[in-house]
Structures are given as C-alpha cells and as structure tokens.
T-cell receptor
Framework: EDQVTQSPEALRLQEGESSSLNCSYT??????LFWYRQDPGKGPEFLFT???AGEEKEKERLKATLTKKESFLHITAPKPEDSATYLC????????????FGKGTHLIIQP | SQTIHQWPATLVQPVGSPLSLECTVE??????LYWYRQAAGRGLQLLFY??????ISSEVPQNLSASRPQDRQFILSSKKLLLSDSGFYLC?????????????FGEGSRLTVL
C-alpha cells in the first residue's frame, strides 16, 4: 500500500529562521512528487512537481528536493505570509486515483 | 488559463436533508475530475473520480454519490445527510491527456451537518 508521511505535524519559526519540512514516501513506481500550499479555509494551491531523484525546484523562498525515499521543502528566511499548511503527494500512476497525500505540516512564522 | 469553481462555499444542513455541491472547470477539455473530503488530522480522502461524462468511480462506501452530466461539471450529492458527513469538500481536476497526476483544486465547500 502506498504511504506518504509528513513531519513535523506542526512547526513554529521566527521570521527569518530557515528550516525544512520532510515528506517520506513509499509508493510502487513513483511518477511524480507534488507539493501544495493550503491556507485556512481554502483549497490547496499547487507549488511544485518533482519527477526524479536529485531534482530541485525553487519558487521565491521555497526549494523542493527529491531523493529515492523522501522529499524536502526548504524554507529560507521565511516571512509571516509563508504561514500555511504544506501538503505533499506521491503519484504512482495507478490510473486516475494513483495519488496519495500526506497529512500536511502546519507552518507558523512569527514576526 | 484554467479555472475551477466550486459552490456553495459554506453550507449548514440538518441531518436527513439532501445535499448538492457543484463544481465546474473552465479553460480545458476532457479533464479528470475528483471529489475529496478533508477532515482535521486525517488528510485528504478521495471520494470519487471521473474520467469522462457519466463515468464515476467511488473510493469509499458512503451515503454520498457523484455525477458528471457534462464534460466540465461534477456534482456531489446525498439524499439524506448524516452528522459524519460534515467536513471540507474539495473538487479538483487534472489533465487527462498527460496524466501527470498534478491536481488543481477549487476553493472548497465547508459543510456542517447539525
């Protein structure tokens, strides 16, 4: 059974304090690893897709990386507006439903 | 560009009442469409997905149903709501042609069953 585990469940940082969020996955035949940002009461917003180990993607203060077993979302010098829940999902390509989500990391950036 | 609309945004319904949530996608053709439910501490749960008009696959047995009357319209329904149906419902689409797995979500519908 495909599994995606995110850690920590919650993270509180000071503004400017860099850190990383972890997404560990166990899927049969990974076809893609996705990161989403979700604000309270809103739908998830797509951030990145990673396809192969060693790949990196960047967007503003966020950088996503991928290994054969996990993905990291690095947040550099975060600002309060980066506060959100970050979700990762693994796509195993098993048809239209071959997507497994983690439970998310709730990130709070304090000014 | 593609957009996805979902409504209503908020709904408060009594137990035993019917439900209808609607979702439409613009700017793309032949999308895969999905209904997810998100509960606190449980993550996203896939309820239904559809690869075409009239084609619905159910992931979880429940008193909910889904329909796809048009290519870019997806409806989530119930004849009689239960307390356990309360939650945050999300509609999403993905490109069927490429099937890269990338999902794009609507803004969500918060359902409270009293």
């Amino acid at each position: 059974e495909d599994q995606v585990t995110q850690s920590p469940e919650a993270l509180r940082l000071q503004e400017g304090e860099s850190s990383s969020l972890n997404c560990s996955y166990t899927v049969s035949g990974l076809r893609g690893l996705f990161w989403y940002r979700q604000d309270p009461g809103k739908g998830p917003e797509f951030l990145f897709t990673l396809y192969s180990a060693g790949e990196e993607k960047e967007k503003e203060r966020l950088k996503a990386t991928l290994t054969k077993k996990e993905s990291f979302l690095h947040i550099t010098a975060p600002k309060p507006e980066d506060s959100a829940t970050y979700l990762c999902a693994a796509h195993s390509g098993g048809g239209a439903d071959g997507l497994t989500f983690g439970k998310g990391t709730h990130l709070i950036i304090q000014p | 560009s593609q957009t996805i609309h979902q409504w209503p945004a908020t709904l408060v319904q009594p137990v035993g009442s019917p439900l209808s949530l609607e979702c439409t996608v613009e700017g793309t053709s032949n999308p895969n469409l999905y209904w997810y439910r998100q509960a606190a501490g449980r993550g996203l749960q896939l309820l239904f997905y559809s690869v075409g008009i009239g084609q619905i696959s159910s992931e979880v047995p429940q008193n909910l149903s889904a329909s796809r009357p048009q290519d870019r319209q997806f409806i989530l329904s119930s004849k009689k709501l239960l307390l356990s149906d309360s939650g945050f419902y999300l509609c999403a689409w993905s490109a069927r042609r490429t099937n890269t797995g990338e999902l794009f979500f609507g803004e969500g519908s918060r359902l409270t069953v009293l």
